[in-house]
T-cell receptor, first 113, second 114 residues
Framework: KQEVTQIPAALSVPEGENLVLNCSFTDSAIYNLQWFRQDPGKGLTSLLLIQSSQREQTSGRLNASLDKSSGRSTLYIAASQPGDSATYLC????????????FGQGTILTVHP | DTAVSQTPKYLVTQMGNDKSIKCEQNLGHDTMYWYKQDSKKFLKIMFSYNNKELIINETVPNRFSPKSPDKAHLNLHINSLELGDSAVYFCASSLRELNTGELFFGEGSRLTVL
C-alpha cells in the first residue's frame, strides 16, 4: 500500500527566499507524481506533473524533481512571494490501470513580506 | 468556463438525513473521481468511474452511493448521514486513456453534519 509523506509539515519564510518542499513515497511503481497547491477553502490547482520516466519539470519559478528509485520528489520554489502562501500537496499515481492518486498530508507554506 | 464544477459548495444538515452532491466536468474526460478531505486535511480517494462504470471503490460505507448518468457527470449520494461524514468532498476528472494524465479538481463541497 502506497504511503506518501511530506516534510516539513509547515514552513514560514521571508519573501524572496528560495525553498524546497520534500515528498517521499514507499512504492516506486508509479505512473507519475503530481504537485498541487490548495488555498484555504479552495480546490486543488495542479502545479506540475512528472511522469515516471522523467527527472524534473519546470514551470516559472517552480521546479519539481523525481527520483523514483529512492522514492523522493522535491518542489523547489525560487524567489518566494507572499502570494505563494498555500498548502502544497504531492500525490503519486499508482502503477496499475485506473491508477488512483495517493496524497501526502501537505506542507503549509507561509511567505511573509 | 469552469472545468470541474461541484454543487453545492456548502451543505449543512442534520444526522440521519440523505443528501447529494453533484459534479460536472466539461473537459471531455471519461474518468471521474470523488475524494474526501477530512478535518486533518488528508485527501483520500473514495470512488472512480470510467465512462459511467465503477472502477475504484475504496471500502467506503455503502451509505455512499455514486451515480454517473453520463461520462460528464458523477454525483455522490449519502444516506443516513453521520457526524463523521463531515468533510470536504472533492470531485476530479482525468483522461482514462492516459494513466499518465493530470487530474483536475473541483473547488470542493464542504459538508457539515450536526
Amino acid at each position: 500500500k502506497q504511503e506518501v509523506t511530506q516534510i516539513p509539515a509547515a514552513l514560514s519564510v521571508p519573501e524572496g527566499e528560495n525553498l524546497v518542499l520534500n515528498c517521499s513515497f514507499t512504492d516506486s511503481a508509479i505512473y507519475n507524481l503530481q504537485w498541487f497547491r490548495q488555498d484555504p477553502g479552495k480546490g486543488l490547482t495542479s502545479l506540475l506533473l512528472i511522469q515516471s520516466s522523467q527527472r524534473e519539470q519546470t514551470s516559472g519559478r517552480l521546479n519539481a524533481s523525481l527520483d523514483k528509485s529512492s522514492g523522493r520528489s522535491t518542489l523547489y520554489i525560487a524567489a518566494s512571494q507572499p502570494g505563494d502562501s498555500a498548502t502544497y500537496l504531492c500525490a503519486t499515481r499508482g502503477g496499475t490501470s485506473y491508477g488512483k492518486l495517493t496524497f501526502g498530508q501537505g506542507t503549509i507554506l507561509t511567505v511573509h513580506p | 468556463d469552469t472545468a470541474v464544477s461541484q454543487t453545492p459548495k456548502y451543505l449543512v444538515t442534520q444526522m440521519g438525513n440523505d443528501k447529494s452532491i453533484k459534479c460536472e466536468q466539461n473537459l471531455g474526460h471519461d474518468t471521474m473521481y470523488w475524494y474526501k478531505q477530512d478535518s486533518k486535511k488528508f485527501l483520500k480517494i473514495m470512488f472512480s468511474y470510467n465512462n459511467k462504470e465503477l472502477i475504484i471503490n475504496e471500502t467506503v460505507p455503502n451509505r455512499f452511493s455514486p451515480k454517473s448518468p453520463d461520462k460528464a457527470h458523477l454525483n455522490l449520494h449519502i444516506n443516513s448521514l453521520e457526524l463523521g461524514d463531515s468533510a470536504v468532498y472533492f470531485c476530479a476528472s482525468s483522461l482514462r486513456e492516459l494513466n499518465t494524465g493530470e487530474l483536475f479538481f473541483g473547488e470542493g463541497s464542504r459538508l457539515t453534519v450536526l
